[in-house]
């Protein structure tokens, strides 16, 4: 599975990592004691409660195999050698919506390390791919679920 490279704060790839532990040292244990049970329930071929389990442990094996992907292909991104002069990855920009004078500020990370509560967005989400590269005063449009809405940049910061 050929993956682009991403990039993470340490602290977003140390979770990939203790994730990928926890899948393969504990989840793994639980998904083959799951078909082991389900097996020594007898027939097989009628055992709804087998087949849940070796679906259970595919999936389990996907994520795996994706986070070991992930994880081989992960740069770690230096802080002290981002250009604030653009938003780029790890960046914070704060914005104001030109349509309702609203202002919010974003950190602009890898998809696996958005969350939205904390106001980190991905790059790969719409706001964030309009933002890439967008210096301070530049204006842009973005398509939202809402209809489009245009951004002002204000602030770009670490």
Do not use: C, W
């Amino acid at each position: 599975m050929a993956q682009q490279i991403g990039y993470y704060t340490e602290e977003g790839l140390r979770k990939l990592k203790d994730e990928l532990h926890q899948l393969r040292t504990v989840e793994r244990k639980t998904a083959t004691q799951a078909i082991v049970d389900a097996r020594d329930k007898g027939d097989l071929s009628e055992n709804a409660e087998y087949d849940a389990a070796r679906e259970a442990q595919a999936m389990l094996e996907f994520r795996i195999s994706k986070l070991e992907d992930i994880i081989a292909n992960a740069r770690i991104v230096d802080e002290s050698k981002i250009d604030l002069r653009k938003v780029s990855i790890l960046t914070t920009v704060k914005i104001k919506n030109l349509n309702n004078g609203a202002s919010m500020k974003y950190t602009l990370v890898a998809e696996n390390e958005a969350d939205l509560k904390i106001g980190k967005i991905s790059v790969d989400s719409p706001i964030g791919r309009a933002l890439l590269g967008k210096k301070v005063g530049e204006k842009v449009d973005v398509m939202v679920p809402a209809g489009k809405v245009t951004f002002e940049v204000s602030e770009i910061s670490i």
